[in-house]
């Protein structure tokens, strides 16, 4: 069965992986992009998750094109790396306001007709940094570990519409995010890591998609590590 999926962040890294995933499987896929050119492969909506106007004209478009959303996954995601008292409100409110209260805009938009229909699958893409902490990213860590209450309030709160929603919590993973760290900490982080290297994205994507299936329909949340072992036992 062929089921209507959004991703946001779709045309880049994580996003870009699971929106192809989904593809693969047969599913009807629509993305959201910010910037830049919208990918060829997938229908795109332009779309700033931190603008509520605009995620209701996404989800609009989505629904016309491939009727009300099934599958969330919320994707999109920024850091601001400094260290604490480097780092402006600005800093910190603006990075709260993609990843977690950007999280909260797109699963209040799709819970409305998942309810209606009472069927419905979210996942949110955390971070290992959110259950671990990292110094520098207090902004990004906070955001990510508030996904967690999020999601499990929500799977308390959509349970009973038979509507999952956990949370996927990756490692590191090469795509432009981590592009960025030097040769040095990219050598720390792997030390640190017992499978000893960064994930594919397509890595994630397939923990994402399990999460979407019929396989996973009494899984709810959870917080699932992908993570080469990075954050065991947080
Ligand atoms: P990238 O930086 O490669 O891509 C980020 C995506 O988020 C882009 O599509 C970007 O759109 C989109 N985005 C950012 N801000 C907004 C916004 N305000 N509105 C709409 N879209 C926005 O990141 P990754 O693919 O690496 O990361 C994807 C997710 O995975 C993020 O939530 C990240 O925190 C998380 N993650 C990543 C890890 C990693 O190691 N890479 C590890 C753990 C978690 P645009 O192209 O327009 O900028």
Sequence with gaps: MSRSVLVTGGNRGIGLAIARAFAEAGDKVAVTYRSGEPPADFFAVKCDITDAAQVDQAFKEV??????????????????????????????????????????????????????????????????????????????????????GFARSLARELGPRNITVNVVAPGFVDTDMTAVLSDERRAEIVAGVPLGRYAAPAEIASTVRFLASDEAAYITGAVIPVDGGLGMGH
């Design 63 to 148: 629904e016309a094109e491939h009727g009300p959303v099934e599958i969330l996954v919320a994707n999109a995601g920024v850091t601001r790396d400094t260290l604490l008292l480097r780092m402006s409100e600005e800093d910190f409110t603006s990075v709260v306001d993609t990843n977690l209260t950007g999280a909260f805009r797109v699963v209040k938009r799709a819970s409305k007709l998942m309810m209606r229909a009472r069927t419905g699958r979210v996942v949110l893409i955390s971070s290992v940094v959110g259950l671990s902490g990292s110094p520098g990213q207090s902004n990004y860590a906070a955001s990510k570990a508030g996904l967690v």
